[in-house]
Structure formats: structure tokens, C-alpha cells
């Protein structure tokens, strides 16, 4: 049985990729919360893959997993430092790396990363791109939920549209669109209007 349908029927929801490309392509339209690699990826091999997702801000960052049959310290060792969690010498069986899985996620349960303003009763969990506003959880798109999260960071500062444009889109020609507006006014229509404050001739800032 191959080892995504031995996932499959432990309960795991499984996305397969077999070239770099198709692997980035997930990343930026799903929340992956673990990446799987076979070293040895088609077009590229794990640990390139893991360095350049480690770099990529932009990316919700998942838990990596490099598998592979060779098993001498050195590849273990660059696998690490290239930002790896756990390195799994195969044969293993399908039941193993689950538990493995398994306890990666247990750690991101236990150290979810929140910012809150008490005030307003407002909760940003990056963790699971979730917005908790008086003990309810609410969802954005990513794009608004990026922006929110954004505001948050420095609630005392104005963001330009510019600014916004650059840190979110890295592309300061967004802010001559009305693009930023909608997703501000998406925004309050989920989480109140009262959160966001509008900066005439300037940007938002959280209120």
C-alpha cells in the first residue's frame, strides 16, 4: 500500500506532489500544518525545498518531515539546519510516521501564538489563521487575515496603504487600486467595524 493511502486510512486528509513547482503551489493556496518529503523529489530534493520554505515569509509555515532511505549522519545533519523537525530513515511503518505527525501537531496545540488587544476582546491565532473575538472563532480569507495580522503587530502605528501594499503583496502598485479598501471593509463586516480605524489621507490603524 503506498504510504499516502496508509495516511488516508489512519485519518489523515493527504495532498501528493512529485515536483517542486506543484509542492509551492499547495503551500501558497492551503494551510498544510505538515510537509512530508521523500529526499529525493522529483525535480529537487527535500532539503533545498525545506530551506527555501523556511524562507519564504509569506508562507503559513508547516511542520517538515524529510524521509529517506539513506541514512548517514551527515544528510540527517543538513536536514536539520535546513529547518527540518524530524528526519525518519525508511523502512518505517506507516503507523510510526503518523505518530510522528502526531506529536509535531501536539506541539503546535501547545504553543499557539496569540496577540491580543483586551480591550476589544480580539485574539490573532497564526497558528490556525483564525481570528477569536469574545470566545468566537471567526475566519478570513488569507489575504485579510494577513492584513489584520499586520495592524495587530504594532497597534499604536498608521500603516500607509503603501506600507500595506509592500508588506502583503511585496508590490507597492497594489495601493493605487481600491484592492486594499475592499479587504479593510471585508474586514470589518466579519470582526466589527469598530477594530479598524480609518486614517484620512494616510492608511488604518487598530482603533
Not at 56 to 64: G, L, S
Not at 119 to 145: M, T
Not at 183 to 204: A, L, P, Q, V, W
Request: aromatic share 8%.
Amino acid at each position: 500500500m503506498l504510504l499516502k493511502d496508509s495516511l488516508t486510512e489512519l485519518g489523515f486528509n493527504v495532498i501528493t506532489a512529485t515536483q517542486k513547482k506543484e509542492v509551492f503551489e499547495f503551500l501558497s493556496k492551503y494551510k498544510v500544518n505538515v510537509l512530508l518529503m521523500n529526499l529525493d523529489l522529483g525535480d529537487s530534493d527535500a532539503i533545498v525545498i525545506c530551506q527555501e520554505v523556511r524562507n519564504k515569509k509569506e508562507i503559513i509555515q508547516p511542520f517538515v518531515i524529510i524521509y529517506s532511505d539513506k541514512n548517514e549522519d551527515y544528510i540527517q545533519i543538513t536536514s536539520f539546519n535546513s529547518g527540518a523537525d524530524d528526519f525518519l530513515t525508511m523502512p518505517i511503518k506507516p503507523v510510526l510516521i503518523a505518530a510522528r505527525i502526531k506529536a509535531l501537531l501536539r506541539r503546535q496545540t501547545q504553543h499557539i501564538i496569540e496577540e491580543t488587544i483586551p480591550q476589544k476582546g480580539v485574539i490573532i491565532d497564526r497558528e490556525r489563521y483564525k481570528i477569536i473575538k469574545n470566545s468566537v472563532e471567526l475566519s478570513l480569507p488569507k489575504k485579510e487575515f494577513e492584513i489584520l495580522n499586520l495592524l495587530f503587530s504594532n497597534p499604536n502605528k498608521v500603516y500607509s496603504r503603501e506600507e500595506i501594499a509592500k508588506d502583503i503583496w511585496n508590490n507597492i502598485e497594489v495601493a493605487k487600486q481600491r484592492t486594499i479598501d475592499i479587504h479593510i471593509r471585508n474586514i470589518r463586516k466579519i470582526i466589527g467595524s469598530e477594530i479598524i480605524k480609518t486614517i484620512k489621507g494616510i492608511g488604518y490603524c487598530i482603533n
